[in-house]
């Protein structure tokens, strides 16, 4: 079942009326188009960063120090999780943008191509 989209002015009156946007049906083109870009940049980020912190960690000077570390790994992966999953219910397909899509589309901050420490 595809969900129709609303028009731009239908968008923004929806949200000048104080409503929330909880689905599709509440987005036009361009909001949805925006939501996604939004979203895979954070899902992208929380991703990227894991290996860059996991590296960190393992220089850690105590097992206390090393578990804060890996805490932080696991909440970086749970977030993408949470940001790709969301992106599933905006039509897009989870397991391309993960594993499919090209390198140069993945959209994240350069700072995570070098290490941490």
């Given at each position: ?29 361009t ?40 805490s ?46």
């Open positions: 079942m595809t969900t129709a989209l609303r028009t731009e002015d239908s968008t923004r009156q929806h949200l000048a009326s104080g409503k929330l946007v909880e689905g599709l049906e509440h987005m036009s083109p909001y949805l188009e925006g939501m996604r870009r939004i979203l895979t940049v954070s899902a992208d980020t929380e991703l990227i960063s894991a290996p860059a912190y996991y590296r960190a960690a393992q220089d850690a000077p105590s097992l206390n120090a090393f578990g804060s570390a890996i932080i790994v696991q909440d970086e992966l749970a977030h993408a999780h949470i940001a790709y999953r969301l992106l599933e219910d905006l039509g897009m397909e989870k397991d391309w943008l993960i594993y499919e899509r090209p390198a140069k589309q993945w959209k994240y901050p350069y700072a995570f191509d070098v290490p941490l420490v």
